[in-house]
Nanobody
Framework: QVQLVESGGGLVQPGGSLRLSCAASGSIFSRYTMGWYRQAPGKQRELVATKTNIASGGRTNYADSVKGRFTISRDNAKNTVYLPMNSLKPEDTAVYYC????????????WGQGTQVTVSS
């Protein structure tokens, strides 16, 4: 079974940058669209960005709130998805997770532990 391990979070000042990583075990990673999600305290988990597999053209999709600041990328050879984040804002504070979105709100893999991002001065 694929396991997802997120890392790279931390405390950063507004305007700062972080780069998140999500390592997936298993060799089937490259077949799936992968995405980043986040959940702030008291709020539902929300989509941040997705990137389709190569067969689907590697298309990206971003939440409006992060467009122009975050960039999703993937290295299928390393089974890893990245999320460089620039110009961070306090409202970006959340636990960030990765997963493969399926249909009708389902996800392909068990959720990992996430990585905490805190943007504060």
């Amino acid at each position: 079974q694929v396991q997802l391990v997120e890392s790279g979070g931390g405390l950063v000042q507004p305007g700062g940058s972080l780069r998140l990583s999500c390592a997936a075990s298993g060799s089937i990673f490259s077949r799936y669209t992968m995405g980043w999600y986040r959940q702030a305290p008291g709020k539902q988990r929300e989509l941040v960005a997705t990137k389709t597999n190569i067969a689907s053209g590697g298309r990206t999709n971003y939440a409006d709130s992060v467009k122009g600041r975050f960039t999703i990328s993937r290295d299928n050879a390393k089974n890893t998805v990245y999320l460089p984040m620039n110009s961070l804002k306090p409202e970006d504070t959340a636990v960030y997770y990765c997963n493969g979105p399926g249909s009708s709100g389902t996800y392909y893999f068990p959720w990992g532990q996430g990585t905490q991002v805190t943007v504060s001065s």
